[in-house]
T-cell receptor, first 118, second 115 residues
Framework: AQTVTQSQPEMSVQEAETVTLSCTYD???????LFWYKQPPSRQMILVIR??????QNATENRFSVNFQKAAKSFSLKISDSQLGDAAMYFCAYRTHHGSSNTGKLIFGQGTTLQVKP | NAGVTQTPKFQVLKTGQSMTLQCAQD?????MSWYRQDPGMGLRLIHYSVGAGITDQGEVPNGYNVSRSTTEDFPLRLLSAAPSQTSVYFC??????????????FGPGTRLTVL
């Protein structure tokens, strides 16, 4: 079974600085998807960024980028120029590739609470 | 287009009571699922469905029932509430097709407290 681990329960960053959130996962599959979700105090789950395992290029979305190390099964999220609005809980998630009976099922890490200091 | 809606937003139950958490989506998504969120444990899958009439268990199904009579609705039933079911519950939906671009859309969540 696949597992996702976020070993940092809490992180803090100064406004305008850069922070990296860590995520490791375990799987025997070769093709899958990885995601980072943001959950602000409103509780709404917001997709931040996605990565397809067969793509070697790291995904980027504006100030958000990932460092995807497939061999090490690592998927960290880098937030550049941190803003007060980035304060939230961040979840790393894994999803099996299409074609398996697990299509659509997300496996989440424990979450990392990010505090942004003004 | 309302996306994924959940009702109620908050609920307090007594041990042993039963209730149904409602979830509806208007995006014609085949895939729908229920997660529970507990501190320090992330979101865990309770049940999921790949289409009307088809449901399956996730990681933590005990104490919960689901049914999928229509594409739009996917209610979650607590048969006999227990304090261990105190949690925040999320419903999510997505198209059932390949690709990471098939984003899962989450509802706003239901905070359930069982006394």
């Amino acid at each position: 079974a696949q597992t996702v681990t976020q070993s940092q329960p809490e992180m803090s960053v100064q406004e305008a600085e850069t922070v990296t959130l860590s995520c490791t996962y375990d799987t025997s599959e070769s093709d899958y998807y990885l995601f980072w979700y943001k959950q602000p105090p409103s509780r709404q789950m917001i997709l931040v960024i996605r990565q397809e395992a067969y793509k070697q290029q790291n995904a980027t979305e504006n100030r958000f980028s990932v460092n995807f190390q497939k061999a090490a099964k690592s998927f960290s999220l880098k937030i550049s120029d941190s803003q007060l609005g980035d304060a939230a809980m961040y979840f790393c998630a894994y999803r099996t590739h299409h074609g398996s009976s697990n299509t659509g099922k997300l496996i989440f890490g424990q979450g990392t609470t990010l505090q942004v200091k003004p | 287009n309302a996306g994924v809606t959940q009702t109620p937003k908050f609920q307090v139950l007594k041990t042993g009571q039963s209730m149904t958490l409602q979830c509806a989506q208007d995006m014609n998504h085949e895939y729908m699922s229920w997660y529970r969120q507990d501190p320090g444990m992330g979101l865990r899958l309770i049940h999921y469905s790949v289409g009307a009439g088809i449901t399956d268990q996730g990681e933590v199904p005990n104490g919960y029932n689901v049914s999928r009579s229509t594409t739009e609705d996917f209610p979650l039933r607590l048969l006999s509430a227990a304090p261990s079911q105190t949690s925040v519950y999320f419903c999510a939906s997505s198209p059932l097709s390949s690709g990471s671009k098939d984003e899962q859309f989450f509802g706003p969540g239901t905070r359930l407290t069982v006394l």
